[in-house]
């Protein structure tokens, strides 16, 4: 059965960042390399190492938060976690969780960004990471 994308979840050094709101496509491809030789008479190529992309996940930014089960810090704390990762330059384990249990997790650096901003519109922030390590696929 189709699922719902509702209660999916973004892990950032083990702790849940409330206020998810996309995600990015997960998940890598291999780089084509060449193997033509002198007798061959068409292309031939192998797979070769797995390539990443930035990852880039877009959140809500808020200071307050009108939802009952969750409360203001949390809100405000998804961005302070992040900007304190980016700030310290280290690699942290990184994770989506999706609503059946399945996930993607990975080591890497992050970066963060406020979003541009329009009159009357509601404030967002980016949390780009930059995976170290391959993005491991596990069901529940």
Request: avoid cysteine; proline fraction near 4%.
């Amino acid at each position: 059965m189709e699922l719902l994308s509702s209660g999916t979840a973004f892990f950032l050094n083990g702790q849940n960042l409330y206020g998810l709101k996309s995600t990015p496509e997960l998940g890598g491809t291999r780089e084509k390399r060449e193997v033509t030789n002198l007798l061959d008479t068409a292309h031939r190529y192998i797979a070769g190492l797995y390539k990443y992309d930035d990852l880039t996940f877009d959140f809500y930014y808020n200071s307050a938060d009108e939802n009952p089960n969750v409360s203001s810090g949390q809100v405000a704390a998804a961005f302070s976690a992040a900007r304190a990762v980016e700030l310290a330059g280290t690699s942290v384990p990184q994770k989506v969780r999706f609503p059946d249990g399945s996930s993607f997790t990975w080591t890497g650096q992050v970066g963060t960004k406020i979003k541009r901003m329009e009159p009357d519109g509601v404030m967002e922030f980016s949390i780009v990471s930059i995976p170290n390590t391959e993005l491991v696929y596990s069901e529940s």
